[in-house]
């Protein structure tokens, strides 16, 4: 009797699930607008988490998901404890090749997530450092930035208007949901925000005193610039000194990625492993 009532259960549950098996899907329809219109998502202040290990990383802060979208030939068990530990979400069965159109890989990683946006409303530039991003145009590198801060321990990044989008799938993949733990505002005018605050701004540049031949506050503003113009001059007039990394050839500058992981790993050696933290 007791299995026969789990059976019961469980097929419940299964019919509860929503299968796709058409792009014309009115479901699936919305879905691929958030994964590829940023317009939309900003007016439905929505986007997508794709795979286990981002979803995980959603479920771990208390984020709210609205539903499920999984790939109807889905074995992981990862995947299944996540479904089995949230059994209140809705869930949407793909065909395999929905499934990959979505979630724009080649290879499929089984499950993906609708979520609402998170929106920080009050503005605090913090002690410590605080990583202002100006202008960085290209997703991935958005995200290894912001990958490498929440993994430094950094709190706060501001990105200016004309910056990558913060929650773009691409963004997400790049950074794999670092944003959820940091405190992240997007749209800034990062001009105003000098105004407000004390601390050192350094700005991160090809031409500058070496990172390795100065101390670097605790508490400091660090600039990032555009992949092609670099640090806007209103912005760069703003900074208290420029910082560059030391390079050796015939190679001009870094990828700002790279540039970027390096001075946070730096800072986080002179203030963090030296006390132990």
Not at 203 to 225: A, N, R, T
Request: a positive charge; hydrophobic letters at 35%.
């Amino acid at each position: 009797a007791r299995r026969q009532r789990q059976m019961c259960i469980r097929d419940r549950k299964l019919m509860m699930n929503k299968v796709i098996d058409s792009k014309h899907n009115a479901s699936y329809k919305y879905f691929k607008k958030i994964a590829t219109k940023k317009s939309f998502r900003k007016e439905e202040n929505k986007t997508i988490l794709v795979g286990p290990h981002i979803i995980n990383s959603c479920l771990e802060v208390k984020k709210d998901i609205e539903c499920f979208i999984r790939d109807e030939k889905t074995e992981s068990l990862e995947i299944k404890e996540i479904i089995k530990s949230n059994p209140n979400i809705e869930i949407y069965d793909l065909k395999h090749g929905l499934f990959l159109e979505l979630s724009d890989l080649k290879s499929s990683n089984g499950l993906i997530a609708l979520i609402k946006i998170p929106i920080e409303v009050d503005i605090e530039i913090k002690k410590g450092l605080n990583l202002f991003v100006d202008g960085i145009q290209d997703p991935g590198n958005l995200g290894s930035i912001l990958r490498t801060a929440e993994a430094a321990g950094i709190k706060s990044v501001f990105l200016s208007k004309s910056s990558a989008e913060l929650w773009s799938p691409k963004t997400l993949r790049g950074s794999q949901g670092a944003q959820l733990n940091l405190r992240c505002y997007e749209g800034q005018d990062l001009l105003k925000l000098f105004d407000q605050v004390s601390l050192p701004i350094y700005s991160l540049s090809v031409c500058g005193d070496s990172l390795y031949g100065d101390d670097i506050p605790k508490d400091l503003i660090l600039i990032l610039g555009s992949e092609g113009g670099g640090i806007n001059a209103e912005i760069i007039s703003k900074s208290t000194k420029s910082i560059s990394i030391p390079m050796h050839g015939s190679i001009e500058s870094l990828n700002v990625g790279a540039a970027a992981g390096i001075f946070i790993y730096e800072y986080f050696r002179r203030h963090r492993l030296n006390v132990g933290d």
